[in-house]
T-cell receptor, first 119, second 109 residues
Framework: GAVVSQHPSRVICKSGTSVKIECRSL??????MFWYRQFPKKSLMLMAT?????????EQGVEKDKFLINHASLTLSTLTVTSAHPEDSSFYIC???????????????FGSGTRLTVV | RKEVEQDPGPFNVPEGATVAFNCTYSNSASQSFFWYRQDCRKEPKLLMS???SGNEDGRFTAQLNRASQYISLLIRDSKLSDSATYLC??????????FGTGTRLQVFP
């Protein structure tokens, strides 16, 4: 089945620094990837839709200059949290959809997530 | 109003019990419906899709009522390994998945 690899799984950084999270589709091409954020005991909130070769589409309330998304190839999207602050500490998860998959789950696959702690 | 609403729980049930989760969604244009399971500090994993006719997968039964915009998940003969958060998810025929807040289930011996 489709596999999405997300790295790093865990990162601790100092306040004011930037952190890059990578999301790769390993055995399929993903023209679109999705970035979610999940705070403790809360649900996944979609932050942005990453589009290969074009600008990402951000959800309302998400600062595009703070959360930089790059989707330079059909298998890789990156999320960079710039000038991180403690309130950015969260679980970040990427997802991709294999459009050639015709199963009952519509082909959505999730990365294993990145736990970011800003100190 | 949240787009997908669920009772957050927690539901604490003994092994072998039957437990039901409910979910309501606000957008009548929603096209696809799913139940995902999320273990602590892990990514969500698809449990099952939900169809208008209702569907069953082993101990799990999902129902959809489009008129009431209501989705349910029934778990029979609960196992300790069923302990997790269950997420109700909808899709509006776009690529975006909209997640509910999740219902936490704890099965005890």
């Amino acid at each position: 089945g489709a596999v999405v690899s997300q790295h790093p799984s865990r990162v601790i950084c100092k306040s004011g620094t930037s952190v890059k999270i990578e999301c790769r589709s390993l055995d399929f091409q993903a023209t679109t990837m999705f970035w979610y954020r999940q705070f403790p005991k809360k649900s996944l909130m979609l932050m942005a839709t990453s589009n290969e070769g074009s600008k990402a589409t951000y959800e309302q309330g998400v600062e595009k200059d703070k959360f930089l998304i790059n989707h330079a190839s059909l298998t890789l999207s990156t999320l960079t949290v710039t000038s991180a602050h403690p309130e950015d500490s969260s679980f970040y998860i990427c997802s991709a959809r294999d459009l050639n998959f015709f199963g009952t789950d519509y082909g959505y696959t999730f990365g294993s997530g990145t736990r970011l702690t800003v100190v | 109003r949240k787009e997908v609403e669920q009772d957050p729980g927690p539901f604490n049930v003994p092994e072998g019990a039957t437990v039901a989760f409910n979910c309501t969604y606000s957008n009548s244009a929603s096209q696809s419906f799913f139940w995902y399971r999320q273990d602590c500090r892990k990514e969500p994993k698809l449990l099952m899709s939900v169809y208008s006719s209702g569907n069953e997968d082993g101990r799990f039964t999902a129902q959809l009522n489009r008129a009431s915009q209501y989705i349910s998940l029934l778990i029979r003969d609960s196992k300790l390994s069923d302990s997790a958060t269950y997420l109700c998810v909808v899709n509006h025929n776009t690529d975006k998945l909209i997640f509910g807040t999740g219902t936490r289930l704890q099965v005890f011996p």
